[in-house]
């Protein structure tokens, strides 16, 4: 390539990088990142059942949980960490846990609480109380519905329902819809109006996002909790299309899905190589789901195979620690309540983060950096927050953070956080373990993408002075938090 090609190549790129960081997270987006690990709780028929996918013929009867607790369920995602809960009120199989007014397949022509029971609000109240955000999944696909297959008059039905758990249960932070579509008893599937569906959910519940089949936040394309080394929250805007294209949804239960992986092609959603040629972009951050057992609903079983606490770490530390959400599920037993294992892995799950994270080694250490822009010196990065930040000066893609402790410190952990509400710019960064303010390095992580939150952990060692460099940015790079743990 001659010098005219290479400056004509790196002014696309300014270009580019400038068009990338106008792209941002609306304020629906950035209180979803907040929340950074929370509960999915699938329940319906199918935990009486034993099925993963009911098909929409189990009798109301089934469904019986004699000893259900939200609050239990509330109180052992909190000893996890979490701060939502997401709950299934209507799975495949058209069962409603809420009155519904538009069918009889719903918990009010079950045996629970008489008839007279809600499982949702039940849910709803307790995450309140909990001090947590609410969240519903409801399907588009109803195996019970004889409309689904007949276009708006099944979309009508779906809208009242959705319009019912919108506007009955206070606030609720996420919508998540799945792209499952299979047929219909006529033989039909149902072209799902998500134009229309969103439309009630601005209207009705503005702060809600809408999950995975929305254009709020990403599914990370499997089940099985793996994650993308690097993921970005700046993506293509068809990316938000593919889970709501028919012919390329879910259409019956595979346990090989669940286990499915990222496949190699799909592994880089955001570099400025992939996004040079796109015309649209959005803001689209991943969200990370799997379950704590195999099965996304109980099986008796399955109560020896709860994930170990080593996976589930391992899972976090990828996901809610790699610019992603982490939505955990754990399933309630029939009698309505979460498996004393299930319990038992969650407490063991929040008793190691607050152990990790009880105390930032950056409170003892002095501050430097090699650039920076008033008022966004680097002593803002010691309180977790937007509203004071580092940046360095217009025009500088690079920095070097150095952090000095008065005596040796041992750490395993660096957390480093960008302003996100500036959109998201760090494209390299380093972490170098140093002897003293100019001694001998050693690397101790390279990378690409921070976003919301970056978790690197490294093996634990001594540490009298740590460096950060941010080795190229979008445009000058916005620091919100750095600790070390």
């Not at 696309?12 to 941002?24: A, H, N, S």
């Not at 699938?42 to 259900?68: C, I, M, Q, R, Y």
């Not at 996100?420 to 003293?436: K, M, N, P, T, Y």
Request: proline share 4%; hydrophobic share 35%; aromatic share 10%.
């Amino acid at each position: 390539m001659n010098h005219v090609e290479t400056e004509k190549n790196h002014s696309g790129y300014q270009e580019l990088d400038r068009r990338l960081v106008q792209i941002r997270p609306s304020a629906r987006q950035v209180e979803w990142q907040k929340m950074e690990f929370y509960a999915f709780v699938h329940f319906t028929v199918n935990t009486f059942t034993g099925k993963e996918w009911g098909d929409g013929t189990e009798p109301e009867s089934v469904f019986n949980p004699t000893a259900l607790d939200a609050g239990q369920w509330v109180d052992a995602v909190k000893a996890a960490g979490m701060k939502g809960l997401i709950l299934t009120c209507k799975h495949h199989d058209g069962f409603c846990l809420w009155p519904s007014r538009y069918t009889r397949h719903s918990v009010a022509n079950s045996p629970f609480r008489n008839g007279k029971g809600d499982v949702v609000r039940e849910t709803a109240d307790a995450c309140r109380k909990g001090g947590i955000r609410f969240g519903i999944y409801l399907s588009p696909w109803d195996r019970n519905c004889r409309l689904y297959g007949q276009g708006k008059a099944y979309d009508d039905y779906f809208v009242g329902q959705l319009t019912e758990l919108l506007t009955d249960y206070g606030e609720i932070c996420s919508v998540w819809f799945d792209g499952a579509c299979g047929e219909g008893e006529n033989g039909k599937r149902q072209a799902y109006d998500w134009p229309r569906y969103y439309e009630v959910i601005r209207r009705l519940q503005p702060g809600a996002c809408i999950h995975v089949c929305g254009p709020d936040v990403r599914w990370c394309g499997n089940e099985a909790g793996d994650t993308r080394p690097d993921e970005w929250s700046v993506v293509p805007k068809r990316t938000c299309e593919t889970e709501m294209i028919a012919s390329k949804s879910q259409q019956n239960d595979d346990a090989r899905f669940r286990q499915r992986r990222i496949s190699a092609d799909d592994l880089d959603l955001g570099s400025r190589g992939i996004l040079r040629d796109e015309k649209e972009l959005i803001w689209y951050p991943a969200e990370v789901n799997t379950s704590i057992r195999p099965g996304w609903f109980y099986h008796k079983e399955e109560d020896g195979q709860v994930r170990s606490l080593e996976e589930l770490l391992e899972i976090y530390y990828h996901s809610a620690g790699g610019n992603a959400g982490f939505l955990l599920n754990i399933p309630p037993t029939p009698e309505g309540l979460f498996h004393a294992n299930d319990v038992k892995r969650l407490k063991e799950m929040g008793d190691h983060l607050r152990r990790t994270f009880s105390r930032n080694l950056l409170e003892e250490a002095e501050l430097w950096a090699d650039s920076c822009e008033a008022p966004h010196g680097i002593e803002n990065v010691r309180r977790d927050g937007y509203d004071a930040y580092y940046k360095t000066e217009d025009e500088i893609r690079s920095a070097q953070i150095r952090i000095s402790f008065p005596r040796a410190v041992s750490a395993s952990c660096v957390v480093i956080k960008e302003n996100i509400l500036l959109s998201q710019r760090v494209e390299a960064f380093e972490i170098v373990r140093r002897d003293g303010p100019s001694g001998k390095e050693e690397l101790l992580y390279s990378g690409h993408t921070v976003g919301y939150r970056k978790i690197v952990r490294f093996e634990r060692t001594e540490l009298s002075c740590l460096v950060i460099r941010i080795r190229d940015a979008r445009v000058c790079p916005a620091i919100s938090f750095i600790g070390v743990y």
